[in-house]
């Protein structure tokens, strides 16, 4: 698995401080013009397959912050615990748990646990719940820095030069293309390319 940089230690001055937070910035600013560049509709819909991939990358991140604990099971094989001194006692039944493993179960799946297994599901609850806060709040930050990059290339579209009628054509063809495929993507029923694909030959087949 590839190594993920994390910041060394905390700022040592006002100026590692401002370093850092410009470096940060910076980084963020860049991923999010990949993912709008990846994902030309993400600040008003967001294909599925886009939101798995982030997802990935944000239950990777989680995980760092909140690293695998491992319980293991009372005598009684009803509880499972953390040891008091951190050390697992041998020949136990053992299970390391973190955010991959809490949002490994289904919805039904993770219901099903109240009753066959209280003591799990009251380890996984707050691990689920905490990473779908994260995860909403990352999404939030991806979204608001967008929305900006959008209305900062839209200032910058209505300096520019008008474009004339055959070029705004073309671009506004390529974007039907877009919203077409990320439609499909998401289940539409209504999105069909190869219809699309005829009705734009025959409008570029008009003189």
């Known amino acids: 698995m590839a190594k993920t940089a994390t910041w060394s230690s905390d700022p040592k001055s006002l100026q590692d401080a401002a370093y850092q937070a410009a470096r940060s910035i910076e980084g963020v600013e860049s991923s999010a013009k990949y993912v709008l560049a990846q994902c030309p509709t993400f600040s008003t819909e967001q294909p599925t397959e886009v939101k798995e991939e982030l997802d990935k990358g944000w239950i990777l991140r989680f995980s760092e912050l909140n690293p695998v604990k491992t319980y293991f099971l009372t005598s009684d094989g009803k509880n499972w615990v953390l040891p008091s001194d951190g050390i697992v006692p041998e020949k136990v039944a053992k299970r390391e748990i973190g955010v991959h493993f809490a949002m490994s179960f289904t919805s039904q799946a993770f219901g099903t646990l109240k009753n066959s297994d209280p003591s799990l599901y009251q ?47 073309a671009d506004t063809l390529g974007n039907l293309v877009v919203r077409c495929k990320n439609a499909k993507a998401r289940g539409d029923d209504t999105a069909n390319l190869d219809l699309l694909a005829k009705q734009i030959a025959a409008f570029k087949a008009v003189k």
């Open 123 to 169: 380890i996984i609850l707050p691990i689920r719940t905490a990473f779908s806060k994260y995860k909403s709040n990352r999404l939030g930050d991806l979204l608001r820095l967008i929305r900006k990059i959008e209305r900062e290339q839209a200032g910058e579209v209505l300096r520019a030069p008008t474009k004339n009628f055959v070029d705004f054509c």
